[in-house]
């Protein structure tokens, strides 16, 4: 493994030819067998890898009970984007158990999707609970405690039960001490980790044994991707384009994927820039040699003056050879 100095640039801005400012970030990628491949910047530094361990919440509350499969475990692990499909998948898990929305204890927004969000605000409607991106992990938090015989009441706590077992998952997949470390912005609780662990977690979602928790968590995203993210979504096109791919983006630009022969990465952009996210993790494919039509798509992020295409994001990536 070779890994370069902390805090490398990632991924440039570059308008009317100029590069107008820089992205700098944190980068691990796996081998198939688990060994680090190469890596930039701290991959193990702690970070806060928000919606990227949600299929590691979603194993833990298959491991709890919860009856999920196909599509609706899908949705388990999802940061949808409030498309009609997805708000009837989360009532489809609570209507499982016995629940409605009100249950739910996600923050009211308006659809993470800025076109379902206009479509919503057009149509009258307004931020809800149901529409917020994480309420199809929420609906499965509380099919678990309802399948475990624990209150719904307090589910967010970090010392509920279904919280705990969040924990412990977290634990064994990554290899890491994982810890709670605040609140997320849908109000669980907050998992830190090393982007290695991620990377980790991720990996051995798609090499755990058919029908594990992990695998069968794996094998629902992958197939039902628009569950997962949305039909103008990177995770969606990404796994619907690279087969056997399975990837999910968090919040503050953090992004995990592995693929189907046991390679698997994760990296954080350090300002929290989504918009360097696709140009970077088109380049870290690109460079483990996949050569997909749809990496072109992803690693897509222009910039718009005037109405008009002025410039975009591009990803320089540290020259990092194993």
């Known amino acids: 493994m070779t890994s370069t100095a902390a805090h490398p640039v990632l991924a ?3 308008r009317s030819g100029f590069v107008e400012g820089v992205h700098r970030g944190s980068l691990v990628v796996l081998a198939a067998d688990g060994s680090v491949e190469f ?6 530094a702690v970070v806060f890898p928000r919606s990227s361990v949600k299929p590691l919440q979603a194993a833990a509350v298959l491991g709890c009970g919860a009856e999920l499969d196909g599509e609706l475990l899908a949705l388990a692990a999802a940061s949808h984007s409030g498309e009609t499909f997805h708000l009837a998948g989360v009532r489809a898990i609570l209507a ?3 629940l409605d929305e009100g249950a739910l204890r996600t923050p009211a927004e308006l659809p993470l999707d800025p076109v379902e969000a206009e ?8 931020p809800d609970r149901i529409t917020m991106n994480c309420s199809g992990k ?5 099919a678990a405690c ?11 706590d970090p010392e509920h039960p279904v919280q705990q077992a969040v924990l412990d998952e ?21 998992l830190r980790m090393s982007l290695t662990g991620l990377a980790r977690a991720f990996r051995s979602c798609v090499v755990a044994a058919p029908e594990s928790p992990r695998r069968r968590v794996a094998d629902a995203m992958r197939a039902h991707p628009a569950l997962v993210a949305g039909t103008r979504r990177i995770d969606t096109w990404l796994m619907e384009g690279v087969p056997g791919a399975l990837a ?8 995990a994927v592995a693929l189907t022969d046991g390679r698997a990465l994760a990296f954080k952009i350090d300002d929290g820039a989504a918009r360097a996210v696709g140009p970077v993790l088109a380049a870290t494919l690109r460079r483990l040699g996949l050569t997909e039509p749809v990496l072109d798509r992803i690693a897509d992020s222009p910039l718009f003056g005037g109405g008009a295409r002025v410039g975009g994001v591009r990803a320089t990536l540290p020259d990092t050879v194993s």
């Not at 479509?119 to 307004?126: K, P, T």
């Not at 929420?138 to 509380?142: E, K």
């Not at 309802?146 to 967010?156: D, F, K, Q, S």
């Not at 968090?250 to 992004?255: H, I, S």
């Open 12 to 14: 440039e801005v570059v």
């Open 96 to 98: 499982t158990v016995g």
């Open 248 to 255: 999910k983006v968090g919040a503050e630009a953090v992004q």
């Open 138 to 142: 929420h609906a499965a938090m509380l």
């Open 170 to 190: 977290a634990r064994r997949a990554t290899g890491d001490p994982v810890e709670y470390g605040g609140t997320d912005g849908c109000g669980a609780p907050l």
């Open 119 to 126: 479509a919503r605000l057009r149509a009258g409607g307004g």
């Open 39 to 44: 890596a930039c910047g701290d991959p193990d």
């Open 146 to 156: 309802v399948a475990a015989g624990w209150p719904t009441e307090g589910y967010l």
